[in-house]
């Protein structure tokens, strides 16, 4: 009877045991599979900042991109002249909030290749900040001659219902030469249309069609509803004549 005792007691103390280190097990599990998964989104952030570094004008730039498309949340880039015998280095920061919500990082690639490729067609390949946000939320480049370019904007265009290749088509491009090679692209379309090396004077913003676009009170010849006549006035049908009721059971011969 001792023995038969030990060997329950023994078999209870493991079960026990075993119970025990299986939440501690699960948690593990939980905690491996989150890092695995910030890992990825980490690496896939970091590579497309890099890629984008030289567009961005900064790493940080570049960093502060990709997070906010990524996220859908405000975009601040930073600026830093350099000083010269006569000015001192000045730093300026711009500041906008992209015209579409979240992205996943592809859309955000293509988002920013499209950008990268409208103003290397607009002759401009070193872009100021103004200059990025103008590419991506639309805005109108005032040339140092006089003329104007007008970017409708890659998030814009896209918060607007249009896909990425017919994004890339409005604009004279082929997707897939833009998502090779961006500035390539770009440059190929700017010698087509004569805007090699542009001189940007000025950036004015609230040019996109986004605010352009008209109302629906705004197309000429349009009948306002209000104009309608008024159902009120309509001639009503005649009344339906009434169907007699049946003679009752009890009124029938023989009933």
Known sequence: MKIRHLTLTLVCAAVLAGLAATPAMAQTATSSGTSVSTGTSTHESTRLSTEFISFAGSDTNSQALVTGLRD????????????????????TTTTF??????????????????????????????????????????????????????LKGVLALRAAGEGWGQIANSMGFKLGDVMRSPKAAGAA????????????????????????RPSATDHPGKPDFAGKPDFAGKPTLPDRPQIPDHPSRAGRPGG
């Open 189 to 212: 379309s700017a010698s087509a249309h004569a805007h090699a090396n542009a001189s940007v004077e000025k950036v004015v913003f609230g040019q996109s069609h986004m605010t352009d």
């Open 72 to 91: 859908g949340t405000a975009i601040t880039l930073t600026e830093t002249t350099t000083a010269t015998a006569t000015t001192p280095s000045t730093t």
């Open 97 to 150: 909030t992209p015209a579409t919500g979240q992205m996943g990082y592809g859309n955000v690639k293509i988002a920013l290749s499209l950008a990268e490729a409208s103003l290397a067609q607009a002759g401009i390949t070193d872009p100021t900040a103004t200059e990025l946000e103008a590419a991506l939320n639309g805005g109108t480049l005032v040339l140092a001659d006089g003329t104007s370019i007008d």
